[in-house]
């Protein structure tokens, strides 16, 4: 192995990649500005949207009633509610957002309650809309009190105590530490986000230094040197892996700036008990994270080598680049579900091992087993994928395809 | 470069029986190049004339140690292509067609990169490109980037990449195709410049009027087969032409 060989390839190609404005954007502007911003402005205009849709009193209508003055005056009288003049065409005024919910009552319903009868109060909303979802929530909360009142009512007028209703209670205790609650939340998400980072670093300059080679027709010119092709290959691939860490942790310093600076601005608007969450984050996970990521950022920097190396043309190497990425991205979704738990055949699945084990590491769980073996295979499919990439650079058909 | 009248054998290209065949999926097996053998000698321009995809740029490729020969053998400068190409490539300057150059590096840097490739010693390396520069008459724009400079400067630029470690082989791959007539002119004048220097010159083209002009011995080349082989005047006389327009036809037909 030629050492200086492979220092002058990847300074080269880390020169060449840094004067490259779509390098600089990939590597830099995106993860340092685009993400956290994206984050902050999301989580921003969320809170405010839901805030906004919890103090907004919905406009409901109510059908039917008319015989019924008692539960009427209650709702028109409740707080939560905005009632409108009732028309016929009541779906339609929900599915049009002009009222959020309606509420349908049976004939007699106040004579039904006196009597003792049973009666059926019908809702209606749009699942999924979550201003109807509030405005449906609102009835439904008022009358499950008059259903408790009126219970409570019958009891006393029966002479029973209501305590009857109660005869026992129920508390419960959770015993996640914070850090384990953080873990779930955000465990999942991380390696996720790291995994899509390591992918758009290296995306560009893999593509760059070998479809894009070929396409000007320098890669001929290299290939001439008395240079072995391990080494031109191996400093290429150095370079890719810089860009992708670099990516990562541009993005992760930068996000964490982004979580301070958030922690400040939103102390007033947004939960307390989630910010705190946020900031019992484990460091040590964190960086059993980073470390846990790092064969992963191998194994991807390898894989979209050969994506450009197979390829004649830039164009032709995004093209097969773009579904790639899709492919990788979905054990990451995987893991990401609830429910999905690390076990022994899931931890030699590439990615999802990766994924399910940083998500317990940033909940402050270490499974020293599970995380030898994970380590272990990533390397394994890391050293395959670089392989298969040198491998590639030798063969005369992949480098002249024509 | 002669040693008593005898012609260096160190500088020397020779091949022998070489073949290089390509699986192609609808064609099946190709031979790209069909049992070529010949020898270029240091100070002279050997010509490989052919039309496209006649196998020329393949044979180059062979040489340069870029492809494996399927059979057959490549000797350059006394190496075996197969047994020892860093060798060869460390001996031959590889010119192709179109410029290829790193458009984000500066002439310098480029020039520097495939010194260093080229093991050139850091010490020697400035000297060299000092050298290269003044030759060339690129001190205006050596620190300029490539993708700033016009055809004719990168032309230079990817001259003096080839010849910045001084390599005793010089391969042509087409190097006049789509130039304007000056820069053409230019590297014309460049290839004659490597023979006054004793370098082993070979030289592919399509265009006849380059390859009478500029070429000692001749080879024509049609699907991966060299058919004959000679100085201008012999080939003249075998074909009884003066023109190598007519010559290379009848070569191609096959006639005498």
Redesign the interface.
Known sequence: MNWR?IR??FG?EL??SL??RRTIISMIVVPVLAIPLLMFGLGTLMVKTMTKARQEIPHVMIIGGEDSPKVLSALRAAKSLQIVPATADFTNQIVEKRVRAVVKLPQDFDAAITRGDKAEVEIYGYQGEIKSEFAAENLNGFFQNLRDATVRERLESRGVPVEVLKPFTIQRQNVAPPAKVAGNLLGGMLPYIIIILCLTGAMYPALDVTAGEKE???M?????????RTELVLGKFLMVLTASISTVVLALLSMGATFQFAKRVLANSVPREALRTIATVDIGGLAGVFLMLLPVAVMLSAALLMVGLFSKSFREAQSYAGPLMLVMIVPAIAAMLPGVELNASLAVVPLVNVSLVCKEMIAGTWHWNYILLIFGSACLYAAAALAVAVWMFHR??V??RS | MRVHGEVCPILVIETHQLTKTFRDRKRGEVRAVDGISFRCEPGRIYGLLGANGAGKTTTLRLLATLLKPSSGTVRVAGCDAVREPEKIRARIGFLSTGTALYGRLTARETVEYFGRLHGVDEDLLQGRLREVFATLGMGEFEDRRCDKLSSGMKQKVSIARTLVHDPPVMIFDEPTLGLDVMTARTIVQFIRDCRQQGKTVIVSTHVMSEAEKLCDRIGIIDRGRLLVEGTLAELRTQYGATELEDIFVRAVEGRP
């Open positions: 060989a002058i390839v080269k020169r060449d004067r490259d000007r027709g320098t001929e010119t290299i290939l001439c040197c008395p240079v072995g005369e058909e480098l002249f």
